[in-house]
C-alpha cells in the first residue's frame, strides 16, 4: 500500500528487517526498493549500500538500484528499467508518498544506532542521472520530508576536543541538526485514487488534445476536476467528473479557456476544436460539464 | 507589496480602514480589492458589501467588484475588465499570496465584533461567473488559507433554546468552528520574483514551443528551473537558470524529456525539435544548459 501503514507511528523502530517486514512498512527483506513501476514505491530503506547516497534529515537523495558487486562497489551502468528505479519514477510522476526506513547501517546523522526507524513519508522531488564514485552511470532519486512529517531524530556527535585558543564556535558543529536545504517548489501535485483511476483508463493521453507526455521511465497526465470541488462550484469527487488532461488543457479547464458543449465538443476562444475523447469505462457527468460551462458564461 | 506587511501580525485589530491604510495592510480607503491585473491582489477586504459573498473561515467566497448601486444591490454585469477583478485573476495565475482583512460589517462567524481585522494570507483556488442573487452576471473567487495561516477566532453564537426532549447534539451547532471545507489541490505554484521577472521578459510565451496559454482576464505561463535547486543538483536561483515554459514543457524538462544543446537546439525524443527562444534580456546560464543535459545522459 502507498502511504502510512494503519496503526505505524513515525519513529516507530524495528530490531530487523523482518519485523519492518511483519509491520508491512518495507515489505521486501533484501531490496532497498518496494514498488513497482505501474503502482510507484511504496517504500525504500536508507541504509548507507550506496556511497552517492547523501542524507540532510528532512532531504536525502537516494541512489537507485542495480550495478553493484557484492561489496557495494558500482561495476555496470544503472537503468529506469529496473523496476526498483521506474517505481520512484512513478512516484515522481503521481505525485504519490514514500515510506522512509532508515537503518543503523546508515552515514551520517539521522541512522539510528541500531536497527531499523520508520521516518515517515517523503515524496520525489527530482531526478536524474550522472558518473558515480565508481566512475559508472547512477540515477538519483531526491526525496524531501512532507511539511507534516516530523524530523528524524540527529545522532548525538562525540563533542571533538577544542585547541585552548580555538573559539568552540569555530570547531564543527555537534549536534546540530542541518538547515533544511533550500526546497524545490514542487508543480506536480498528489494524484489521489479516483484521478489515478481516470489516467490509467486513457493511459496518460489528454482527453482534450490527445497529446501523451513520455518521459524517461514513464509518460505523465494529470486528473482535472470539472466541476471545482468545494464552494462555490461544490463538485463531486467522482470518476465521472474528472478528465485526463495534459497540464496545458487543464490550466485551461481551471480557467475556463475551454469549456464543452453537451455533444462533448471542446470550445476554445469560442470556436470547436474537436471533441472530448471518451473510453466506454468512462462516463462523463454532463450535469458537470452544464457546471463549468456556465461558470464561464462571461 | 504582495504578501505580509513587516511588524504586522495577523489578527491585528484596526478600528478604521485608514489605520488599515495608514498599517500597509490594506491600502485603498473605499475599494474592496488593492492590486492590478499586473502585479495581482495585494489585499481585500471582506465585510458584506456583496449578498453572494460565503465566509466559512479559512476558505472565502469572495464576489468581484463592480455592478451596484449605492444600496448593495447588483444593477449590471460584473466584468473581468474590472482593474480589482483582473488582480484577482492575476493572483490566481500566478500563484500569489493575499492579504484578508476582515469588516464588523461582514456576515457570519468570522466578522470581529467592531472595526477591522488582518486574518492573514490567502491564496485564489478557483475563480469562475454565474447569475448572482440579483439576477445579474457576477465574478467569485475561492480563497483558501495557507496551511500556516491561523484561523480566523470565530464569535461566539448564543445558544439555542433546547426543547426538553431534544437531544442537544442535534441542535445547531453554537459557537464550534464549521470544519474545513474539502480543499482543492492547488496545481500552480508560487512565482518568485526570478520566475516572474523572466515570465515578463517572455510574456508568458513558451521559449521552447512558442505556445502561450490565454485566458479569460490574462494568461500562463511557468518558471521552470534548468538546473533544479537543492542537492544533488545545487542548480542558482537566478534568471539566467530559469527559463519562461508551459507547463507540457515544463513537466518534459523537469523529467528529461527535453534537453538543450550549447546552441540553445532543443533535443526531444533525441531529435533536434527546435532552437530555445531567448531574449536580449534574459541570458541563458550555459552552465546550467550543460549541468541539466549532464543529468540525462542516460
Given at each position: 500500500?502507498?502511504?502510512?501503514?494503519?496503526?505505524?507511528?513515525?519513529?516507530q523502530?524495528?530490531?530487523?528487517?523482518?519485523?519492518?517486514?511483519?509491520?508491512?512498512?518495507?515489505?521486501?527483506?533484501?531490496?532497498?526498493?518496494?514498488?513497482?513501476?505501474?503502482?510507484?514505491?511504496?517504500?525504500?530503506?536508507?541504509?548507507?549500500?550506496?556511497?552517492?547516497?547523501?542524507?540532510?534529515?528532512?532531504?536525502?537523495?537516494?541512489t537507485g538500484?542495480?550495478?553493484?558487486?557484492?561489496?557495494?562497489?558500482?561495476?555496470?551502468?544503472?537503468?529506469l528499467?529496473?523496476?526498483?528505479?521506474?517505481?520512484?519514477?512513478?512516484s515522481?510522476l503521481?505525485g504519490l508518498?514514500?515510506?522512509?526506513l532508515?537503518?543503523?547501517?546508515?552515514?551520517?546523522?539521522?541512522?539510528?544506532?541500531?536497527?531499523?526507524?520508520?521516518?515517515?513519508?517523503?515524496?520525489?522531488?527530482?531526478?536524474?542521472?550522472?558518473?558515480g564514485?565508481d566512475?559508472?552511470?547512477i540515477?538519483?532519486f531526491?526525496?524531501e520530508?512532507?511539511?507534516?512529517?516530523p524530523?528524524?531524530?540527529a545522532?548525538?556527535?562525540?563533542?571533538?576536543?577544542?585547541?585552548?585558543?580555538?573559539?568552540?564556535?569555530?570547531?564543527?558543529?555537534?549536534?546540530?541538526?542541518p538547515?533544511?536545504?533550500?526546497?524545490?517548489?514542487?508543480?506536480?501535485v498528489r494524484?489521489?485514487?479516483?484521478?489515478?483511476?481516470?489516467?490509467?483508463?486513457?493511459?496518460?493521453?489528454?482527453?482534450?488534445?490527445?497529446?501523451?507526455?513520455?518521459?524517461?521511465?514513464?509518460?505523465?497526465?494529470e486528473g482535472?476536476h470539472?466541476?471545482?470541488?468545494?464552494?462555490p462550484?461544490?463538485?463531486?469527487?467522482?470518476?465521472?467528473n474528472?478528465?485526463?488532461?495534459?497540464?496545458?488543457?487543464?490550466?485551461?479547464?481551471?480557467?475556463?479557456?475551454?469549456?464543452?458543449?453537451?455533444?462533448?465538443?471542446?470550445?476554445?476562444?469560442?470556436?470547436?476544436a474537436?471533441?472530448?475523447?471518451?473510453d466506454?469505462?468512462?462516463?462523463?457527468?454532463?450535469?458537470?460539464?452544464?457546471h463549468?460551462?456556465?461558470?464561464?458564461?462571461?
Open positions: 500500500m502507498i502511504g502510512d501503514v494503519p496503526n505505524v507511528e513515525t519513529g523502530e524495528y530490531s530487523t528487517r523482518r519485523l519492518a517486514h511483519e509491520a508491512g512498512v518495507h515489505r521486501p527483506l533484501q531490496a532497498g526498493i518496494c514498488g513497482t513501476k505501474r503502482t510507484g514505491a511504496e517504500s525504500i530503506v536508507v541504509s548507507g549500500g550506496y556511497k552517492d547516497d547523501e542524507d540532510y534529515g528532512d532531504v536525502i537523495v537516494y538500484h542495480g550495478g553493484q558487486n557484492g561489496a557495494g562497489n558500482q561495476v555496470s551502468d544503472q537503468s528499467d529496473d523496476s526498483g528505479n521506474s517505481a520512484l519514477v512513478t515522481y503521481e508518498p514514500v515510506r522512509v532508515r537503518g543503523y547501517q546508515g552515514d551520517g546523522l539521522f541512522a539510528p544506532a541500531a536497527g531499523y526507524r520508520y521516518d515517515g513519508l517523503y515524496r520525489v522531488t527530482s531526478y536524474g542521472s550522472k558518473l564514485i566512475g559508472f552511470l540515477w538519483q531526491r526525496l520530508a512532507y511539511d507534516d512529517t524530523a528524524p531524530p545522532a548525538q556527535q562525540p563533542e571533538l576536543p577544542t585547541a585552548p585558543n580555538q573559539s568552540k564556535s569555530a570547531a564543527v558543529p555537534g549536534n546540530e541538526t538547515e533544511r536545504i533550500t526546497s524545490t517548489v514542487q508543480r506536480i494524484s489521489s485514487a479516483v484521478k489515478r483511476q481516470v489516467k490509467a483508463w486513457h493511459d496518460n493521453r489528454c482527453q482534450t488534445c490527445d497529446l501523451r507526455i513520455d518521459v524517461p521511465g514513464g509518460s505523465y497526465s482535472a470539472i466541476r471545482a470541488l468545494g464552494s462550484h461544490n463538485g463531486p469527487d467522482t470518476t465521472g474528472v478528465l485526463c488532461l495534459c497540464p496545458n488543457c487543464h490550466v485551461m479547464l481551471d480557467a475556463g479557456a475551454i469549456i464543452f458543449e453537451d455533444d462533448l465538443t471542446v470550445i476554445r476562444g469560442g470556436q470547436p474537436g471533441t472530448l475523447r471518451t466506454p469505462r468512462h462516463t462523463i457527468d454532463l450535469e458537470c460539464i452544464r463549468h460551462r456556465d461558470r464561464w458564461r462571461q
